[in-house]
């Protein structure tokens, strides 16, 4: 073998470790989400998360790597469609020209991951009253919508790729344009039975798992060292040998900060350090930092972080207070926070960085210019145009001619026996040899007593 072969073989190696890391992260989304959802809610909830990627992983074979990194014009791929072993296989070469580091293979299972967490943060928002089949039907076609901009901003020839547009693994890819089709959903939905009053004042609805939610967290987090360094895509990242190493450590010391953030801003704000806005303030760094990862110092992801923990609280009660019923955060954690990383970058990028990496240049703190600032907004708005605009269009012709809320019944009664014909805890509202109320449990309620929840299921 020559060196160069060694070269690809490391690279890959460290590419398909790194896909699985993010593969993993869907682990950390079903335990977050189910977590803060309704007992009711939770089998639900938790399995979407295979469904979804399941969906994702076949209509991004089939069309969606073709139109993100098939070789094509500055709008969109046009070539890799259905793609066959020969091209899988081969490295650098037509139609995935673009991977020249790793084979076609390596290449779409890293990405076809990304896909599977922009369309897991779509249902955050709507999750505990959309319709079983809309993941289907919603899934494929924000897949797609998902490409499209993927082609924009990553591939070499895509327009905004071309303008120098800084996002080094999708804090505008992945997370904004997943927060902005789980806005639209939320707003075609419209809040949960009981959530806002008469008078518009939100309700709390607490989630019913603290610690599978903290569990999530912890998953995500570990996920994102996948996530961040793995988009190097090799070993040797321009003229620096192990970059992903730096990387990870702009990550880790951006959500370490995020953490902090938001439970001191929730402290402040709330009077209480609320464990929840904690998790949101680190994984809004988190989110924050994707952009940035491999364009800023040390100091700056700090700041960064830092920003996103103090902006995940506030954005998840801006929204609230807006009377958008966003049961995971989603719209702030990804939106608002993937915002704030996109143009963060725009203003922290090192000169040298941006140089090694060779998109972009450097930003407005040691260049004194707002050319980069500029050209992050600008990758922003025609993003979010075409994102929302089409999420809306697409949830909106659903809902009109199928309807894509569960009836109320079905939301009362939760949707894990509705949809499914199951509950994610049987224990709770049917009698279950060994289950609460029995021989084996009566020590916990009173020997030869019944569990009061299993006569009826739940009511909200």
């Not at 939106?335 to 704030?340: D, K, N």
Request: glycine share 14%; charged share 10%.
């Amino acid at each position: 073998m020559k060196t160069a072969d060694v070269v690809i073989a490391a690279n890959t190696i460290w590419v398909v470790v790194a896909a699985v890391l993010v593969m993993f992260m869907q682990a950390g989304f079903a335990l977050l989400e189910a977590g803060l959802a309704r007992m009711k809610n939770a089998a639900h909830i938790a399995g979407k998360n295979v469904l979804v990627f399941g969906v994702c992983s076949l209509v991004y074979w089939a069309v969606g790597f073709g139109l993100a990194f098939g070789d094509g014009n500055a709008l969109v791929g046009t070539h890799g469609f259905l793609p066959s072993s020969s091209a899988l296989l081969a490295v650098g070469k037509a139609p995935f020209s673009f991977f020249s580091t790793v084979p076609g293979a390596a290449g779409y299972l890293f990405e076809v991951v990304f896909a599977g967490v922009s369309l897991a943060i779509v249902w955050g928002a709507m999750a505990e009253r959309a319709k079983l089949w809309v993941y289907f039907a919603f899934g494929a076609v924000f897949t797609v919508l998902y490409s499209i901009t993927s082609h924009w901003v990553w591939h070499p020839g895509g327009w905004l790729y071309s303008l120098g547009m800084q996002d080094f693994a999708g804090s505008t890819v992945v997370h904004y344009q997943g927060a902005l089709a789980a806005l639209a959903g939320a707003l075609l939905l419209g809040p949960r039975i009981g959530k806002f009053g008469r008078d518009g004042r939100a309700n709390p609805i607490p989630g019913h798992n603290m610690p599978y939610a903290v569990l999530g967290t912890i998953i995500l987090w570990f996920g994102w060292f996948g996530f961040n360094p793995g988009s190097t895509l090799g070993v040797v990242t321009g003229n620096r040998i192990g970059y992903f190493g730096y990387v990870a450590l702009t990550t880790n010391l951006a959500a370490a900060a995020g953490a902090l953030g938001g439970v001191a801003t929730a402290w402040a704000v709330l009077r209480k350090p609320d464990v929840s806005m904690m998790l949101n303030g680190a994984l809004a760094a988190l989110v924050a930092i994707t952009a940035a990862c491999g364009f800023v110092a040390p100091w700056a992801a700090i700041v960064i972080g830092l920003a996103a923990g103090f902006l995940a609280v506030t954005g998840v009660l801006a929204v609230e207070r807006l009377g958008i019923d966003d049961p995971i955060g989603a719209v702030a954690v990804h939106g608002a926070s993937g915002v704030w990383g996109t143009i963060a970058t725009g203003l922290f990028a090192a000169p040298a960085l941006a140089a090694n990496l060779g998109t972009g240049r450097g930003g407005f703190v040691y260049t004194g210019s707002l050319h980069q600032v500029w050209v992050q907004l600008l990758g922003l708005a025609a993003v979010g145009a075409f994102t929302f605009s089409a999420s809306f269009g697409a949830l909106w012709t659903m809902k009109r001619f199928w309807g894509i809320r569960v009836e109320e019944h079905v939301e009362t009664s939760g949707l894990d026996v509705s949809e499914h014909g199951m509950w994610g805890y049987p224990e709770f509202y049917i009698p279950v040899p060994g289950g609460y109320g029995t021989e084996a449990h009566g020590h916990l309620l009173g020997h030869g007593h019944p569990h009061p929840a299993a006569a009826e299921p739940e009511a909200a």
